[in-house]
């Protein structure tokens, strides 16, 4: 007698994320997702691929020695002194707007 695979279960797609339901444990979430799986455009939806058109280019004008600064912390942490900046402002915002 010939051994053959079974074929896998059919898997519900997820296309929303209100679909995915707030897990009590890992168990439950494992259990989940072994009978259910995202939809391929959910995925792409969900990764963020920044574009040309999002950017918009401004000038700034700073104190020579503050740029200085700004550039020395950069190195240290080994980002762009430029997205340091941009992460700086983000995250200020952000504070800001919880007020």
Known sequence: MEK??????????IRSW????????????GRFWAAHQLDARLMQQSVHRPDVRESTTITLRFDPRMLSRIKRIARRRYLNYQSMIKQWLSERMEAEMKD
């Open 4 to 13: 053959t695979n079974p074929t896998p279960p059919q898997l519900e797609v």
């Open 18 to 29: 209100k679909d995915v339901p707030v897990f009590d444990s890992d168990e439950a979430e």
